[in-house]
């Protein structure tokens, strides 16, 4: 998935939803339903906490209700406060983010480019919040295949990053991760795995090992391991990430449904196609329920099942993740 604003999934709504994800959830929508009926649906505390309640869904999964409730919070801002306002522009930030978690690439590339021009010329170029819309565009242009841009893009914002927040900040590794994608997308693999290596060692002495970011750290090196032939290491990472990724997100999270898959595809790889299509079957039937029949992370599920129908026993890197901003 991709992150809100702070990189960009924000880091304020990330400690509550992983100190207690219902409760965070439940916080928010209480907070909501109270803020509304006293203040009203406009008024801006209410607003802030429609935000916040979204972005908290969006880290629980839940897409589609975060992006009604993104959708509307920023239709109401940008007719309260106008298009520039700042809150306008971070609740324009966190619906790409969204769109750009339930498939929606092209709606999301659109906002993106506009709320980063819009982000320069108010906030300047190196406000935290300007490169955190830097950042998720850079992801959606690789996603539509502009890559050599999308390189240009996440490249300047790590240079940005490293000199305003500092190496070790989460938004900087967020920065490095997704160079270490934009390198892998031209073909520089070993670059990447350098980058992913550095990146993990990072994050687990910052954020520890169970982490998100570190969980995402932990999958894009094996994607690293994968392509540079070494399955084995990958099935590892892959098997731990998954491990985690359940305790900590749940079975239906879209983030541990992509570590299903990409364990899936690397007991392929080892010769369990049995085993790899069980749990490739099991994923795509809570991917369809999830994240829909259209979702492309649900179409490349569909594809690796059928492969591996046809016992194809290759490494398939579909719907394989990378992290969020990796």
């Given amino acids: 998935m991709t992150r809100r604003s702070n990189g960009p999934r924000s ?22 339903t109270r803020r509304r009926r006293v203040l009203g649906d406009d008024h801006p505390d209410a607003l802030s906490s429609a935000a916040n309640l979204a972005s908290t869904l969006a880290e629980l999964g839940d897409l589609q209700r975060a992006r009604a409730l993104a959708e509307d919070t920023l239709t109401r801002m940008r007719r309260i406060h106008g298009d520039d306002y700042p809150d306008t522009l971070v609740s324009a930030a966190n619906l790409v983010a969204t769109l750009a978690d339930l498939g929606d690439v092209r709606g999301a590339r659109a906002l993106a480019e506009d709320t980063l021009i819009r982000m320069r010329r108010v906030l300047g170029e190196d406000h935290p919040e300007t490169l955190n819309s830097a950042n998720t565009l850079a992801s959606t242009l690789a996603e539509l295949g502009d890559l050599q841009r999308a390189r240009e893009l996440s490249e300047d914002t790590l240079t940005r990053r490293r000199r305003v927040l500092g190496e070790d900040h ?40 169970d982490h998100p970011d570190t969980l995402n750290s932990v999958a894009n090196l094996a994607s690293r391991l994968a392509e540079l032939g070494d399955v084995r290491g990958a099935r590892a990472l892959d098997e ?24 899936a595809a690397t007991l392929a790889e080892l010769g369990d196609v049995r085993g790899a299509r069980a749990l490739a079957e099991d994923t795509l039937i809570r991917m369809r329920r999830v994240l829909g029949v259209d979702h492309p992370g649900t179409r490349d599920s569909e594809e690796l099942v059928r492969q591996l129908g046809g016992r194809l026993s290759g490494r398939r890197r579909l719907g394989r993740q990378r992290g969020q901003g990796g």
């Avoid at 880091?11 to 909501?32: F, G, I, Y």
């Avoid at 997704?178 to 954020?207: C, F, K, S, Y």
């Avoid at 990724?245 to 299903?260: C, F, K, Q, V, Y």
Wanted: with cysteine; charged share 30%.
């Fill in 170 to 209: 989460p938004d900087t590794l967020l920065s490095t991760a997704n160079l270490a994608n934009r390198l892998t997308d031209l073909g520089d693999v070993w670059g990447a795995r350098a980058l992913d290596e550095d990146i993990l060692t990072r994050r687990r002495r910052i954020l520890g090992d």
């Fill in 11 to 32: 880091h304020l709504h990330l400690v509550p939803v992983l100190t207690c994800k219902a409760s965070a959830r439940m916080l928010n929508e209480d907070t909501l």
């Fill in 240 to 263: 731990d990430t998954l491990t985690r990724r359940r305790r900590i997100l749940g079975e239906d999270h879209p983030d541990t449904l992509n570590s299903a898959n990409n364990l």
